[in-house]
């Protein structure tokens, strides 16, 4: 069980936390969060159910948008999208 985080393309990574209980999902999801630019996309895949409720409060209270929810076999994948970073939108 080792938290896996890896850029799959341009602006889309993936974190797989699969196998850890909270606080642990939440915390590794905010500091891959942190090291994306703004508008880049994560893969998130966990199995904790009490997770879903802890991230979804997380990226809502951030900013963050959650723009596709799946299950299968057990694994949510969730694909995060970092919000926009308001001054660079506001100075072009």
């Not at 590794?28 to 802890?54: C, H, I, Q, R, W």
């Not at 991230?55 to 809502?60: P, S, T």
Request: net charge positive; charged share 30%; with cysteine.
């Amino acid at each position: 069980m080792a938290m896996k985080f890896e850029k799959k393309a341009e602006g889309l990574f993936m974190l797989d936390v699969t196998g850890y209980v909270c606080p642990h999902p939440q915390i590794y999801t905010k500091k891959a969060l942190e090291k994306m630019k703004n508008g880049d996309v994560v893969e998130l895949v966990f199995d904790n159910p009490s997770s879903s409720e802890s991230i979804a409060a997380m990226c809502e209270a951030q900013g963050n948008e959650i723009v596709e929810k799946n299950m299968a076999n057990g694994k949510y994948v969730w694909k995060i999208k970092k919000k926009a970073d308001v001054a660079s939108v506001v100075s072009r």
